[in-house]
């Protein structure tokens, strides 16, 4: 059984800093493709940031130079350091994991707030 389980969500003020983890457990985490999506209120859900197998990432424009994606396989998890945070980061963060581009796996979200 595939679980993927985000966590470090929260609440943090304009230009604060949030790092999320997603762990996963029942996939040959090494050989995966993690993504980072996000899905603000009334918006679709948009990628963020993925890294592949062989440590290559991309970044959606919209937060190049302020997240950073990294993976640690001896604990299969994905990070996303999260740095000068805005108020219309605020979303519902998933991360998914896939073979190719196609996410196969998803977790159950993590709330990501931006406020004063």
């Known amino acids: 059984q595939v679980q993927l389980v985000e966590s470090g969500g929260g609440l943090v003020q304009p230009g604060g800093t949030l790092r999320l983890s997603c762990a996963a457990s029942g996939i040959i985490f090494s050989r995966y493709r993690m993504d980072w999506y996000r899905q603000a209120p009334g918006k679709e859900r948009e990628l963020v940031a993925h890294?592949?197998?062989?440590?290559?990432?991309y970044y959606a424009d919209s937060v190049k130079g302020r997240f950073t994606i990294s993976r640690d396989n001896t604990k299969n998890t994905v990070y996303l350091q999260m740095n000068s945070l805005k108020p219309e980061d605020t979303a519902v963060y998933y991360c998914?994991?896939?073979?190719?581009?196609?996410?196969?796996?998803w977790g159950q979200g993590t709330q990501v707030t931006v406020s004063s």
């Open positions: 998914s994991a896939g073979r190719t581009s196609t996410p196969r796996y």
């Open positions: 890294i592949t197998s062989d440590d290559s990432t």
